[in-house]
T-cell receptor, first 111, second 112 residues
Framework: RKEVEQDPGPFNVPEGATVAFNCTYS??????FFWYRQDCRKEPKLLMS???SGNEDGRFTAQLNRASQYISLLIRDSKLSDSATYLC????????????FGSGTKLNVKP | DAGVIQSPRHEVTEMGQEVTLRCKPI?????LFWYRQTMMRGLELLIY????????DSGMPEDRFSAKMPNASFSTLKIQPSEPRDSAVYFC??????????FGDGTRLSIL
């Protein structure tokens, strides 16, 4: 079983739509969670950390559900510029320096 | 602030040749990671260093791959001999302990 699993998509949504991605992780002892964004032919970039209480950054909301071992990313009022691949990242339990990346969920926002 | 610097940006070489990829982490970051990304396999961690010491190299595909970090500001990933299946984008990333990683622009490697 993979450490981190994501639906690869693609999610095709119109501008202005709300879209949500989930990501499941296998190790219940993991402590750090992040969402990264990767544009085509570019490097992954940190989008936001995910905190236990949930957190928001503008149109983006991240949540953690420890009981079900998943994290989510909600994008409201999606823009064309949100089109990218979103990578879920979880650290290894017992090794806070080792991070596991999901394979990514591709989002296409269309006019 | 300078980010993670990788070189070369692109490398095209024939199979059997030695390939050396270079990385300069962000100053003050004590963890350095090498990843490989392909369409088929996604982003794979090859090896990571903490305070210049290799901690986990379980992702290194085989003995043809080796990585070194002689000091806090430089690391290399070497493939010898290279094979067409090594073609991928290789990313270097660095971070302070336990913090999110910052990625370099990557090296796009093509082995003919």
């Amino acid at each position: 079983r993979k450490e981190v699993e994501q639906d690869p998509g693609p999610f095709n949504v119109p501008e202005g739509a709300t879209v949500a991605f989930n990501c499941t992780y296998s190790n219940s002892a993991s402590q750090s969670f992040f969402w990264y964004r990767q544009d085509c032919r570019k490097e992954p970039k940190l989008l936001m950390s995910v905190y236990s209480s949930g957190n928001e950054d503008g149109r983006f909301t991240a949540q953690l559900n420890r009981a079900s071992q998943y994290i989510s990313l909600l994008i409201r009022d999606s823009k064309l510029s949100d089109s990218a691949t979103y990578l879920c990242v979880v650290n290894g339990a017992g090794n806070f320096n080792k991070f596991y990346f999901g394979s990514g969920t591709k989002l296409n926002v269309k006019p | 602030d300078a980010g993670v610097i990788q070189s070369p940006r692109h490398e095209v070489t024939e199979m059997g040749q030695e390939v050396t990829l270079r990385c300069k982490p962000i100053s003050g970051h004590n963890s350095l990671f090498w990843y490989r990304q392909t369409m088929m396999r996604g982003l794979e961690l090859l090896i990571y260093f903490n305070n210049n010491v290799p901690i986990d190299d379980s992702g290194m595909p085989e003995d043809r791959f080796s990585a070194k970090m002689p000091n806090a500001s430089f690391s290399t990933l070497k493939i010898q001999p290279s094979e067409p299946r090594d073609s991928a984008v290789y990313f270097c990333a660095s971070s302070p302990n336990g913090q999110p990683q910052h990625f370099g622009d990557g090296t796009r490697l093509s082995i003919l």
